[in-house]
């Protein structure tokens, strides 16, 4: 059971925009630390979407957005397409673990 | 280019041990710390262990503090994990990841920048 909760699933249509929630608590994101964000397509590995709540690595598109507010981070797509059908996760870090690294419980995205 | 390519897929019974193995190439081995993170299925991705590559310091998630030891032999840049007193819950597919880390507005912050292909370890006897 993860101390980050993201809901289950979301979907738009292609060329919508759509978001994902990660709630934590103080002793996580709302401690301060940073939000991370993956992408992981069917059977493969998690890809680094965006680091440090709201950067994209290099070869990321700019669809892709991260933000962060108290005790939340949220990702959000726009002009969503086929390709981003995908399963989403968040990271970051909990005190109360001694700083360990902690994975949201993820989110399904499908594009209608 | 950075690639980590991992040991093959892995059936054991339940007690035993189990060993997996992620060779790292295209990057200085000792300068990023290495993870392991697994991901059983249909759940998200649970961090288990990491090693500092120069040193071979450890650091190991609580859960499975006691039964998994990570080790890393320098002279192949090989990082390896072991699981011991396997049982069918620890079914999952096992991830090297590599740590980057970043300098932001809170201080230092690490996330995972290039994965392993995957190693899928089934239990069941």
């Known amino acids: 059971q993860s101390v980050l909760t993201q809901p289950p699933s979301v979907s738009g249509a292609p060329g919508q925009r759509v978001t994902i929630s990660c709630t934590g608590s103080?002793?996580?994101?709302?401690?301060?630390?940073?939000v991370h964000w993956y992408q992981q397509l069917p059977g493969t590995a998690p890809k680094l979407l965006i680091y440090?709540?709201?950067n994209r690595p290099s070869g990321v598109p700019d669809r892709f957005s991260g933000s962060k507010s108290g005790t939340s981070a949220s990702l959000a797509i726009t002009g969503l397409q086929a390709e981003d059908e995908a399963d989403y996760y968040c990271?970051?870090?909990?005190?109360?673990?001694?700083?360990?690294?902690?994975f949201g419980t993820g989110t399904k995205v499908t594009v209608l | 280019q950075v690639q980590l390519v991992q040991s093959g897929a892995e059936v054991k019974n339940p007690g035993a041990s189990v060993k997996v193995s992620c060779k790292a190439s295209?990057?200085?081995?000792?300068?990023?710390?290495m993870s392991w993170v697994r991901q059983a299925p249909g759940q998200g991705p649970e961090w288990m262990a990491i090693?500092?590559?120069?040193?071979?310091?450890?650091s190991y998630a609580q859960k499975f503090q006691g039964r998994v030891t990570m080790t890393r032999d320098t002279s192949t840049s090989t990082v390896y994990m072991e699981l011991r007193s396997l049982r069918s819950e620890d079914t999952a597919v096992y991830y090297c990841?590599?740590?980057?880390?970043?300098?932001?507005?809170?201080?230092?912050?690490?996330?995972?920048?290039?994965w392993g292909q995957g190693t899928l370890v089934t239990v069941s006897s």
């Open positions: 990841a590599r740590r980057q880390s970043y300098y932001g507005f809170s201080g230092y912050s690490y996330f995972f920048d290039y």
């Open positions: 295209g990057y200085d081995f000792t300068t990023y710390y």
């Open positions: 090693i500092n590559p120069r040193g071979g310091s450890t």
């Open positions: 103080n002793s996580n994101i709302g401690a301060g630390y940073d």
């Open positions: 440090g709540d709201s």
């Open positions: 990271q970051s870090h909990d005190r109360s673990l001694g700083g360990a690294y902690v």
